[in-house]
């Protein structure tokens, strides 16, 4: 993100400011909603239910929220015990240069100094810091070029569809300092669209949650305590707790600007057990994105909930029991593991109809294959949706996490082979003595 240079301009945007929190932007109520902004999104977190969208493939230019694929490979390589969190970091000349560019956001690297990446992390997270994210890319990486194609790999396997890397930080290549990686244009630019950052953020905050520790800090000073060295570092999300723009429930996520960009904001808030991720791309001006993130969070806060649909221990009605083959009993009764909760539209929760979704690995000829212990899994409680909205997902797996696990409520044995012998022979008469009198 470029820092604002002068201090009248940064004076003006305060004021600005100022003004639109005593004029507060009301919350939206109606069923539709106009978003200043090139694209947009709404997402359930646990789900990844699409709850709104504008635009939302079109190609565009994330700017630093490119950062949340560096923040994602950084807590992978930490999990993985590739790198720790106290590890010395020595500053490259590449590193140096960007870090010293006063018209980028940064914290200021000295080559004669050795950081921890725990610091260099927290000054990309918080402070959107360009520098330090091209050195945790080169500790990663081993260089920024090889970073730069573990960021493609991983967005592959992620399910980005939209999505083209060049750099770790989300700048133009122009501002590398003639140092771009190899392969990639002087002019590149990052490009995603809202629906490839979002399904960034979902896995991000769902494989990591632990990012949200970092992204919801609304200051810190960086190397605090050091003569000289300490920058107070101002978080670029103005929605966090004590920020200017501050909504109730907001941690995170990456904003991002460039010129080419614009004004961009990925946010996640929680109220209560709900949580949602939002998108704004290329909007019009610093205080636009986030009051256009307001709105779309006003929104979903006020127009879905989490909802029951199925309590524990629920069977369909006239269905509760499913076929087994080659088992003592010819049926068994199943019924919901857990409750199930979902988020739905407020006054929705009659449109939604459970039907089961067996397990095809325990199936044989259209039945559950014995033997079957009590409580056993044999498949999930699913819904379907009868409403008129037209809802997608982020990923493949998207509805499977709005499902509950089956289970059996009682014990069925294996029959032996004189009873499925008999049994067969029984079969085999029934059927012949149908088709005679057919």
Same mark, same amino acid.
């Given at each position: 993100?470029?820092?604002?240079?002068?201090?009248?301009?940064?004076?003006?945007?305060?004021?600005?400011?100022?003004?639109?929190?005593?004029?507060?932007?009301?919350?939206?109520?109606?069923?539709?909603?106009?978003?200043?902004?090139?694209?947009?999104?709404?997402?359930?977190?646990?789900?990844?239910?699409?709850?709104?969208?504008?635009?939302?493939?079109?190609?565009?230019?994330?700017?630093?929220?490119?950062?949340?694929?560096?923040?994602?490979?950084?807590?992978?390589?930490?999990?993985?015990?590739?790198?720790?969190?106290?590890?010395?970091?020595?500053?490259?000349?590449?590193?140096?240069?960007?870090?010293?560019?006063?018209?980028?956001?940064?914290?200021?690297?000295?080559?004669?100094?050795?950081?921890?990446?725990?610091?260099?992390?927290?000054?990309?997270?918080?402070?959107?810091?360009?520098?330090?994210?091209?050195?945790?890319?080169?500790?990663?990486?081993?260089?920024?070029?090889?970073?730069?194609?573990?960021?493609?790999?991983?967005?592959?396997?992620?399910?980005?569809?939209?999505?083209?890397?060049?750099?770790?930080?989300?700048?133009?290549?122009?501002?590398?300092?003639?140092?771009?990686?190899?392969?990639?244009?002087?002019?590149?630019?990052?490009?995603?669209?809202?629906?490839?950052?979002?399904?960034?953020?979902?896995?991000?905050?769902?494989?990591?949650?632990?990012?949200?520790?970092?992204?919801?800090?609304?200051?810190?000073?960086?190397?605090?305590?050091?003569?000289?060295?300490?920058?107070?570092?101002?978080?670029?999300?103005?929605?966090? !707790?004590?920020?200017?723009?501050?909504?109730? /429930?907001?941690?995170? @996520? &990456?904003?991002?600007?460039? =010129?080419?960009? #614009? %004004?961009?904001?990925?946010?996640?808030?929680?109220?209560?057990?709900?949580?949602?991720?939002?998108?704004?791309?290329?909007?019009?001006?610093?205080?636009?994105?986030?009051?256009?993130?307001?709105?779309?969070?006003?929104?979903?806060?006020?127009?879905?909930?989490?909802?029951?649909?199925?309590?524990?221990?629920?069977?369909?009605?006239?269905?509760?029991?499913?076929?087994?083959?080659?088992?003592?009993?010819?049926?068994?009764?199943?019924?919901?593991?857990?409750?199930?909760?979902?988020?739905?539209?407020?006054?929705?929760?009659?449109?939604?109809?459970?039907?089961?979704?067996?397990?095809?690995?325990?199936?044989?000829?259209?039945?559950?294959?014995? !033997?079957?212990?009590?409580?056993?899994?044999? /498949?999930?409680?699913? @819904? &379907?949706?009868?409403?008129? =909205?037209?809802? #997608? %997902?982020?990923?493949?797996?998207?509805?499977?996490?709005?499902?509950?696990?089956?289970?059996?409520?009682?014990?069925?044995?294996?029959?032996?082979?004189?009873?499925?012998?008999?049994?067969?022979?029984?079969?085999?008469?029934?059927?012949?003595?149908?088709?005679?009198?057919?």
């Amino acid at each position: 993100m470029k820092r604002l240079k002068k201090k009248y301009f940064m004076v003006w945007f305060i004021i600005l400011a100022l003004v639109a929190n005593i004029f507060p932007y009301t919350a939206f109520a109606e069923d539709t909603i106009d978003v200043n902004a090139e694209a947009a999104m709404i997402i359930d977190a646990k789900s990844g239910k699409i709850l709104y969208e504008k635009n939302a493939d079109k190609l565009l230019y994330p700017s630093s929220m490119t950062k949340m694929m560096t923040e994602y490979l950084t807590l992978e390589a930490i999990k993985e015990g590739k790198v720790k969190w106290d590890q010395k970091i020595s500053i490259s000349d590449y590193v140096f240069k960007v870090s010293h560019d006063t018209s980028l956001s940064n914290v200021y690297l000295k080559k004669d100094t050795q950081y921890t990446l725990k610091e260099l992390y927290e000054s990309m997270a918080i402070y959107s810091a360009n520098g330090s994210a091209i050195a945790i890319a080169e500790l990663i990486g081993g260089s920024e070029k090889d970073f730069v194609k573990m960021m493609n790999d991983k967005a592959k396997e992620l399910g980005l569809k939209d999505c083209k890397f060049v750099n770790a930080t989300g700048l133009n290549n122009s501002d590398l300092k003639g140092m771009h990686a190899e392969g990639t244009e002087e002019n590149d630019e990052n490009r995603m669209s809202a629906r490839s950052v979002a399904t960034l953020a979902y896995r991000l905050i769902n494989d990591y949650p632990e990012v949200l520790e970092t992204s919801s800090v609304p200051y810190k000073n960086f190397r605090e305590g050091i003569p000289k060295e300490e920058i107070h570092m101002s978080n670029w999300n103005f929605m966090l !707790p004590g920020l200017i723009f501050e909504y109730k /429930g907001m941690d995170g @996520l &990456k904003t991002g600007y460039t =010129e080419l960009g #614009g %004004y961009s904001f990925t946010g996640t808030a929680k109220k209560g057990d709900m949580r949602l991720i939002t998108v704004v791309m290329k909007s019009p001006s610093i205080n636009i994105r986030f009051k256009e993130t307001k709105k779309l969070l006003d929104y979903g806060f006020s127009h879905y909930e989490l909802k029951e649909i199925l309590p524990a221990d629920f069977k369909i009605q006239g269905q509760s029991e499913i076929p087994v083959t080659k088992g003592k009993a010819k049926k068994v009764e199943v019924k919901t593991k857990e409750p199930l909760t979902i988020l739905i539209k407020k006054g929705e929760e009659k449109q939604y109809e459970p039907f089961y979704k067996l397990d095809e690995s325990m199936m044989k000829d259209g039945k559950v294959l014995a !033997p079957l212990t009590e409580g056993q899994s044999v /498949g999930h409680m699913a @819904l &379907k949706y009868k409403g008129s =909205e037209k809802y #997608g %997902y982020l990923t493949n797996d998207g509805e499977s996490r709005e499902e509950v696990e089956l289970v059996t409520t009682k014990e069925v044995k294996k029959a032996n082979w004189l009873s499925l012998f008999t049994r067969g022979i029984g079969e085999g008469i029934s059927k012949l003595w149908k088709k005679i009198f057919k």
